[in-house]
């Protein structure tokens, strides 16, 4: 539980930190529109390795979770 409350805060402060700075958020926003737009360039199998990358990283980030130590 701590884990997840840990990496929820991580999400938080850097939320408050796109809030804060304007220069930080006019780049991170120009990052992220650059590489939709490449996703459009090669979709849709763009798309689709997306998706299983976002797959295999929730499959690991699940699975590490879980084992006992």
Do not use: E, H, Q
């Not at 539980?1 to 939320?15: E, K, N, W, Y």
């Amino acid at each position: 539980m701590v884990r997840g409350l840990s990496f929820l805060a991580t999400f938080g402060f850097g939320g408050v930190f796109l809030g804060i700075s304007p220069n930080l958020r006019d780049l991170v926003a120009g990052a992220f529109n650059s590489g939709l737009s490449d996703l459009d360039k090669y979709s849709p199998w763009s798309y689709v390795g997306c998706a299983v990358a976002a797959l295999v990283f929730l499959t690991v980030l699940v699975n590490t979770g879980s084992r006992p130590k």
